[in-house]
C-alpha cells in the first residue's frame, strides 16, 4: 500500500495545512509475505497532535470513573473532548484496562491507569473525527487500536525519529503533549512561555521510547532544539569581532 492508499483510509473530517495524518500511521499487524494482515492505525499521540492543530484552545479532560477493588482490579476512565472550556463537549468515551503485576502476560498491566486513559482518549478522538476510517472495528480488538503500542524490536529508533522529523513542522512539534510528569497533558508551547525550555528540550535525549507515539514526542523535542541551536549560530555570526 503506498502512502497515497494510506492517506485514504484517514478520515478527512477535519483538514489542517501542513499536518498529514496519514504519516503517522503504522500497522496493527505486520504483514505476512508482502500482505498486510490488518488495518492501518493512528497513535493516540498523533490524534491529540492532530486535534490541537485544529483546536488550539481545545481540551482534553479525563474522569477515573472506578479504580481496582477487592473483586476487580479494573481501572475505568472517562474522556471528554471539547473546542474550548466554554463549549460543549464534541465527544465523549470510555476506557478500561486491569491492573496486574504479571509483565508476561500483560505488558501494559503495571501501567493499567495511564492505558485506560489512552484508551478513553484515543476511542473520544476517534468519535470526533480524529483517526482511521478502519478504526471503528479495531475497537472490538480487546482495546488493542487504543492501548499503548510498543515499538517493533526491529525498528531503529533513530531512524524512526528521523523518518517523523521529515514531515513534522515547528506548528507540529510545538503542538505536542508532554506525556509524563507534573506538566502532563500540556504543550511544548505552553512550557516554552513559561521559560521551561529545559523541561522541553529532556525529551530530546532523556527520554526513552517505550511505546509507537513516543517517537513523535522526541522527534518535536529535537525539533525544537535544532531551532535554539540555530538561533544561537545566527546570533554569534552577527556579533562584532572582538
Known amino acids: 500500500m503506498n502512502r497515497n492508499e494510506e492517506s485514504k483510509n484517514i478520515i478527512r473530517l477535519h483538514k489542517v495545512e501542513g499536518f498529514d495524518p496519514g504519516k503517522y500511521t503504522i500497522d496493527i499487524k505486520p504483514a505476512f509475505n508482502g500482505v498486510q494482515q490488518g ?69 501494559f498491566g503495571t501501567k493499567a491507569l495511564e492505558c485506560a486513559e ?50 513534522m513542522t515547528k506548528d507540529m512539534a510545538l503542538g505536542t503533549i508532554v506525556p509524563c510528569g507534573v506538566y502532563k497533558g500540556k504543550t511544548f508551547k505552553e512550557l516554552l512561555m513559561k521559560k521551561k525550555k529545559s523541561e522541553v528540550l529532556y525529551f530530546a535525549h532523556d527520554y526513552k521510547a517505550t511505546h509507537e507515539s513516543d517517537f513523535a514526542i522526541i522527534a518535536a523535542s529535537r525539533m525544537i532544539e535544532d531551532g535554539y541551536r540555530q538561533k544561537l549560530a545566527a546570533k554569534k555570526n552577527t556579533e562584532p569581532a572582538a
Request: charge should be negative; hydrophobic fraction near 40%.
Open 118 to 167: 489512552t484508551e478513553a482518549v484515543g476511542r473520544a478522538l476517534l468519535f470526533a473525527g480524529y483517526g482511521t476510517l478502519m478504526a471503528g472495528s479495531d475497537l472490538a480488538e480487546d482495546g488493542l487500536s487504543d492501548a499503548p503500542v510498543q515499538p517493533s524490536k526491529s525498528m531503529d529508533p533513530e531512524a524512526r525519529i528521523n523518518e517523523i522529523l521529515k514531515s
Open 39 to 107: 488495518g492501518k492505525y493512528l497513535p493516540v499521540h498523533a490524534r491529540i497532535m492532530w486535534f490541537k492543530l485544529d483546536h488550539p484552545d481545545g481540551t482534553i479532560r479525563t474522569e477515573i470513573i472506578s479504580v481496582p477493588n477487592e473483586s476487580r482490579k479494573l481501572y475505568i476512565v472517562k474522556a471528554t473532548i471539547a473546542d474550548n472550556l466554554t463549549q460543549p463537549p464534541i465527544a465523549t468515551a470510555y476506557g478500561s484496562h486491569e491492573a496486574t503485576a504479571d509483565k508476561k502476560a500483560d505488558p
